[in-house]
């Protein structure tokens, strides 16, 4: 008897995430993850006016993007693994209080050091917001971890695609100090996180679910059979995140360079791009789901290629049409990405969800400073004309293993 109630304590402490999709919280999440990121790219569509007011080369505008990527990339490995081992519920609610300083001191910023700084900030903020964030999406999935990953990453691109928006139309017109009321969105943030923060604290399983990565026949695979498959992830991410780093950093310029447009008309097809990566990313969860990890990255990745490769000769027209079935193509890559990363590390969400977010900063912010050292000594058509040929690194998707993995529950 005595055996029988430890036993019972034991699956009580091993207990799986709630079995029903939970698609509140999933919104809640995905919600605070679209202001998030909308401050993010807000950032980005006010180059053009801090290479104005600052004097800046394209080689000062990548450092920025460099010092912001860069410190969520370093920052959110170590949340993950942190939050792995100790989950902090709050810790989402209390990073976005980084975010608020950040943007804060960015609309009062008179020197280029003090942008510098205010990106490093909301870098922070990012480091500490994806980890966890995405630990809670996994555990409110209800084993639709495909989905889960995609209306919570959707959120994200959504605001993306708003944040350029909001500076072409509010903050360039208004002037830098406008900066500050876009702040009242990180206090939104901090406000619902906190009530996600309270939901998760109650029903987060008690200790990790520990399990070993297995083949599709049943085989466990070796560390080194993980680690190696974690290097191709990586590649893929890296072929993914510093292509979008070129659209994301200097589509603008480009078709300013290119096609003669305004800066209010080079934002506006930015925007066409970055919804287009908003609704791949909402369909790559379910196909993920639907059609399995590898076919997803496939598809995502390696069946960009031709249309990457055509984008730096094509007309204005098409250059909008390619923008829409590059962005929406790769944005379907990273739910697949995410979801086999924490199937060959179960247990360990937090730090793959750092590690991979991290990537997509990291990667991104090098790719932006790299392209723009590449621009000042050529030219902005040079820098796609070299990045068309990234997602050619998709081949390596043939190397990974194929995962079991069960039918996901129904909402």
């Known amino acids: 008897m005595q055996k029988a109630v430890s036993d019972a304590a034991d699956d009580t402490m091993m207990r799986p995430p709630p079995a029903v999709t939970m698609f509140p919280v999933l919104i ?8 998030n990121d909308m401050m993010q790219s807000m950032i980005s569509a006010l180059y053009p006016m801090f290479k104005t007011n600052f004097h800046l080369d394209y ?17 959110q490995p170590a949340v993950g693994m942190v939050t792995d081992k100790k989950p902090m519920p709050f810790s989402i609610s209390i990073g976005m209080g980084s975010t608020l300083v950040g943007l804060l001191l960015l609309s009062v910023a008179h ?37 889960a990953q995609s209306v919570f990453q959707v959120g994200g691109n959504a605001g993306g695609a708003i944040g350029p928006l909001i500076a072409t139309y509010f903050i360039l017109r208004t002037g830098q100090s406008s900066v500050a009321w876009v702040a009242v969105a990180a206090l939104v943030a901090m406000i619902i996180l906190a009530r996600v923060g309270f939901w998760y604290r109650d029903n987060r399983p ?10 599709a026949g049943g085989a466990v695979l070796t560390r080194e059979k993980v680690i190696f498959s974690i290097f191709i992830l990586a590649a893929l991410t890296f072929s993914k995140n510093v292509y979008t780093a070129s659209i994301g950093s200097y589509l603008t310029f480009y078709l300013i360079d290119g096609f003669k447009l305004s800066a209010p008309d080079a934002t506006f097809h930015l925007f066409i791009f970055s919804a287009a990566v908003a609704a791949g990313t909402l ?4 196909m993920t789901d639907r059609i399995g990890r590898k076919a997803t990255m496939w598809i995502s990745i390696l069946g960009v290629l031709p ?25 379907s890559a990273f739910p697949a990405i995410m979801v086999y ?34 621009a000042d000594r050529t030219s902005i058509a040079f820098v796609y004309q070299i990045a068309s040929f990234l997602p050619a690194i998709g081949l390596l998707t043939a190397l990974l293993p194929n995962l079991a993995s069960g039918r996901p529950a129904k909402a």
């Open 59 to 75: 080689s000062q505008i990548g450092i920025i993007a460099l010092c912001f990527q860069l410190t969520a990339a370093l920052l």
């Open 307 to 331: 249309f990457t490769l055509m984008l730096p000769y094509a007309n204005l027209f098409f250059t909008d049409v390619l923008l829409i079935i590059i962005g929406g193509l790769m944005a």
């Open 206 to 215: 008690n200790t990790p679910l520990k399990a070993r990565a297995t083949a």
């Open 283 to 286: 369909l790559g969860g379910p």
């Open 341 to 374: 990363a924490q199937e060959l590390v179960p247990g360990r969400v937090g730090m793959i969800a750092g590690i991979f977010f991290g990537f997509a900063f990291g990667l991104g912010g090098l790719g932006a400073a790299g392209m723009g050292w590449i």
């Open 111 to 147: 020197d280029y050091w003090v942008v510098l700084i205010a990106a490093g900030l909301v870098g922070i903020g990012s480091a500490i917001f994806h980890p966890e964030s995405s630990r809670v999406a996994r555990v409110a999935s209800g084993g639709r971890y495909g989905l």
């Open 28 to 35: 809640a999440l995905s919600f605070c993850h679209l202001l």
